[in-house]
Nanobody
Framework: QVHVVESGGGLVQPGGSLRLSCVIS????????VNWYRQTPERELVAGIT?????NYAASVKGRFTISRENGQNTVYLQMNSLKPEDTDVYYC?????????????WGQGTRVTVSS
């Protein structure tokens, strides 16, 4: 019914850039928020954007990563610049959706980012 699909991961050299995409499809009332996580020991919240456009970032990526939402489409991007080897991880898109009469989070399968050194 609801599908969350990430793409854009791959191998990149330190200092390089990648743009991850998250496509949300299916039947739901609205998007409350979309968050990007990476699989650190604490499952770190990397970046998030609300339905009203407010954004937040982890301190470790602030100034390097930018989250945005494409107008008119349920697609969210994570632009990653100045990548470091420590950014290597699997990145997950998590869509917090409103489905009457409740709210529910949906996780994608993840996309792997590898920053070589």
């Amino acid at each position: 019914q609801v599908h969350v699909v990430e793409s854009g991961g791959g191998l990149v050299q330190p200092g390089g850039s990648l743009r991850l995409s998250c496509v949300i499809s299916g039947r739901f009332r609205s998007i409350n928020a979309v968050n990007w996580y990476r699989q650190t020991p604490e499952r770190e919240l990397v970046a998030g954007i609300t339905g009203t456009g407010d954004t937040n970032y982890a301190a470790s990526v602030k100034g390097r990563f930018t989250i945005s939402r494409e107008n008119g489409q349920n697609t969210v991007y994570l632009q990653m610049n100045s990548l470091k080897p420590e950014d290597t991880d699997v990145y997950y898109c998590v869509a917090d959706l409103v489905l009457y009469p409740s709210r529910r989070s949906y996780w994608g399968q993840g996309t792997r980012v590898t920053v070589s050194s």
